[in-house]
């Protein structure tokens, strides 16, 4: 009757012998092979406490595995930042110069009305000759410099 107690208390009991016999028909298949992989479940097998070294050895590897994960986040996250003001600034500047053929648009809209518009009509003509005036008057002077740079020109050859 001593075999049940010591199933019972902790001891070499059945309940042991059954995780040690599963344990080994889990090892029993290759990693490499096709058959059935060992599950998160089987990763900290029950039968070990946690002071084993090996328990350690795999906390760390976590840890490891998540440093490096953060790592590479981390390293990203700049070249991304950089991509994304980018095309912040290429979008900004696309829609500067929509906004300003849009005001160009609206400009040359507004004169057409104006110049077209009854409004306008009758002192169109006016308006015309004012702005050929400074070319008017500006003419022989114009005569004289085209004189003056083309006749060096030829005495140059």
Same mark, same amino acid.
């Given at each position: 009757? !001593? ?5 019972? !208390? ?17 090892? $029993?298949? $290759? ?13 900290? &097998? &029950? ?6 070294? +090996? ?9 490891? !595995? ?6 590479? /986040? ?8 950089? +991509? ?5 600034? !290429? ?17 040359? +809209?507004?004169?057409? /009305?104006?110049? /077209? ?13 004012? /702005?050929?005036? &400074?070319?008017?008057?500006?003419? &022989? ?17």
């Amino acid at each position: 009757s !001593a075999a049940p107690e010591d199933a019972t !208390a902790g001891g070499t009991g059945a309940g042991e012998a059954a995780v040690v016999a599963a344990h080994d028909a889990t090892s $029993a298949t $290759a990693p490499d092979s096709a058959g059935p992989r060992p599950g998160p479940e089987l990763a900290v &097998p &029950p039968f070990a406490g946690p002071s084993e070294w +090996w328990h350690d050895c795999l906390i760390l590897g976590r840890l490891s !595995a998540l440093a490096m994960k953060y790592f590479a /986040t981390k390293a990203m996250r700049r070249p991304w930042e950089a +991509w994304q003001s980018r095309l912040r600034s !290429a979008r900004e500047k696309r829609e500067q110069h929509l906004g300003h053929r849009k005001l160009l648009a609206l400009r040359s +809209w507004h004169r057409c /009305t104006l110049v /077209t518009g009854k409004r306008l009509q009758n002192k169109m003509p006016l308006l015309r000759v004012i /702005t050929r005036l &400074p070319l008017a008057a500006l003419r &022989p002077s114009w005569a004289r410099f085209r004189q003056a740079v083309f006749m060096r020109r030829d005495l140059d050859r």
